[in-house]
Structure formats: structure tokens, C-alpha cells
């Protein structure tokens, strides 16, 4: 199956992905976190991506569309793929469709009130790379899972949090009539408990 989660900064889409992906047995594919791995190794791609997301202003199409034609090559995506944080533009959308089209987007919708509050608390490991909130850790600073360091995100700072809720609405809230005349939108309330959010994301898989 080759799906994509669309949703706003902090909606759920990486957290839910990891759960969706392994059931679907298809790669979870964030370009969000390839552009940080990208920015760790300092590769030409990492170099040019960096001043945008430190701004929380998007990628150019052009760097993003390549790096995702890239991947999508790969032998592990001939199941299919999900795709979270792309694409997040018309045009990026438009180059997808020529590349693989989607059969499903699920849109996980979360009030804009509900948002910051999520990022500003969302901290991650840098060992397992999960994704946690503060209101369920004992402690700030360790993974419950692994045990490893938690960290904060360099753009889950309140002013570039507002730059990226600004950048969401104006560039990527118009895909949602694009799949809707399409036919391939399915929305699902983002603003849940973890578990209903899975299970309504399956349920409207199904
Ligand atoms: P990216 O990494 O994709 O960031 P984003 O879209 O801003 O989304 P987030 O990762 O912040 O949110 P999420 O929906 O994954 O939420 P999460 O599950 O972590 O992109 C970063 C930057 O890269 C962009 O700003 C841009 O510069 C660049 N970029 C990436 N893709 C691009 C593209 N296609 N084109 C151009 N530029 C691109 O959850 C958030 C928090 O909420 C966590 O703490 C979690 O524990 C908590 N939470 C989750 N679900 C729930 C729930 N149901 N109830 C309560 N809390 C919850
Ligand atoms: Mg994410
Ligand atoms: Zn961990």
C-alpha cells in the first residue's frame, strides 16, 4: 500500500507512522528526519536544508522532490510506502503523482490550539529515536523504552513553531482539497489517545 499522512506540526503523524507502518509492513519515510540525518552527516543536501528548518520555513521543492524520488527508488519501498511530511506542497504533490501515486492520504486532524503545546513539550531519543511528551515522563531526560538521552528539537521553539503552523496553513492545508478531488482523502481526528487515533487510522484503511 502506498499511503501518506498529511497533518499539521505536531498532529501525530510521526508518532502514529512507526505503529501504521510496521502493521502495513511498507517503510515509514520522513523527510523531516532525513533531512536531520541529512544535517547530522553534513551532506550537500543537509548543508542546503538547514537554514530553512532552523527558520521552520519548507525545504525548496526542487532539494525535497529529488531526495524523495531517490528514495522511493530503493528496493524496500516495492511494497509501498507511507510517507509522513511529504509532500507538503501542490507542486511536490504534483511530481509524487508522476513518481508513484498515493493510493490513500489520511489527514490527522488536531486543532491549531492543541499543537504547540504537544511540540513544546515533545522531547526524543537519541538512541531508539522515539517520540515522547513530557505530561508522560517520570523523567525528562531518559527514554522509557530504551534508557537512552532524551533530546529537544532545535525547531520545537515557540517562534519557529509558529513560522511552521504559518507555512502548514498557507502551503500544505490546500493539499487536502487536491486528494479530495481525487477521491483519496480519508480524515481521521488527531485529537485523541494514542490507541483511538491508531485504530481510527486503520479503521478508514480498511
Ligand atoms: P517534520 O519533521 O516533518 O516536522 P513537522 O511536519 O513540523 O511535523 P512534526 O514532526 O513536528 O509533527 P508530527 O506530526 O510528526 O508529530 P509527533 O508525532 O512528533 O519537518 C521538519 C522540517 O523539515 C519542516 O519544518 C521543513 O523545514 C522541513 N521539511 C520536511 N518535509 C518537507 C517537505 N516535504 N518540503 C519542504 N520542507 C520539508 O507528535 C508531536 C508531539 O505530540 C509528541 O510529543 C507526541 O508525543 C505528542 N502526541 C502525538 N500524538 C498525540 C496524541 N494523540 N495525544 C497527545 N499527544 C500526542
Ligand atoms: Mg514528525
Ligand atoms: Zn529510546
Redesign the pocket.
Known amino acids: 500500500m502506498k499511503l501518506i ?1 498529511l ?11 512507526a505503529g501504521v507502518s510496521a502493521h502495513l509492513g511498507v517503510p515509514h519515510i ?4 532525513m ?2 540525518s541529512a544535517i547530522q552527516n553534513q551532506t550537500p543536501t543537509g548543508l542546503e ?1 538547514k537554514r ?2 532552523d527558520a ?6 526542487s532539494v ?1 522532490i529529488a531526495m ?1 524520488k531517490e528514495r522511493l527508488s530503493m528496493d524496500d519501498c516495492k511494497p509501498g510506502y507511507l510517507l ?6 501542490v507542486e ?1 504533490a504534483i511530481a509524487l503523482d508522476d513518481i508513484s501515486a498515493p493510493d490513500a492520504v489520511v489527514d ?1 486532524d488536531v486543532p491549531d490550539e492543541r499543537l504547540m503545546g ?2 513544546t ?3 526524543i531519543c537519541g538512541k531508539c529515536q522515539g ?3 513530557i505530561s ?1 515522563l517520570d523523567d525528562e531526560k531518559v527514554c522509557p523504552v530504551c534508557g537512552g538521552e532524551l533530546y529537544q ?1 532545535n ?2 521553539k515557540p517562534e519557529t513553531i509558529d513560522t ?1 503552523l504559518k ?2 496553513h498557507e502551503q500544505t492545508e490546500p493539499l487536502i482539497g487536491y486528494y479530495k478531488g481525487l477521491g483519496k482523502l480519508r480524515t481521521v481526528n ?5 490507541e483511538d ?1 491508531f485504530k481510527a487510522i486503520l479503521a478508514t484503511l480498511e
Open positions: 499522512f497533518g499539521p506540526p505536531g498532529a501525530g503523524k510521526g508518532t502514529q507512522a520522513s523527510t523531516g528526519d533531512f536531520r536544508a530553512y528548518i521552520g520555513e519548507l525545504v525548496p521543492d525535497t524523495v509522513d511530511g511529504f509532500p507538503r506542497t511536490q490527522i504537544r511540540l513539550g515533545r522531547r517520540t515522547f511528551h508522560k528539537r525547531d520545537d511552521r507555512a502548514y488527531g485529537d485523541g489517545q494514542l487515533v
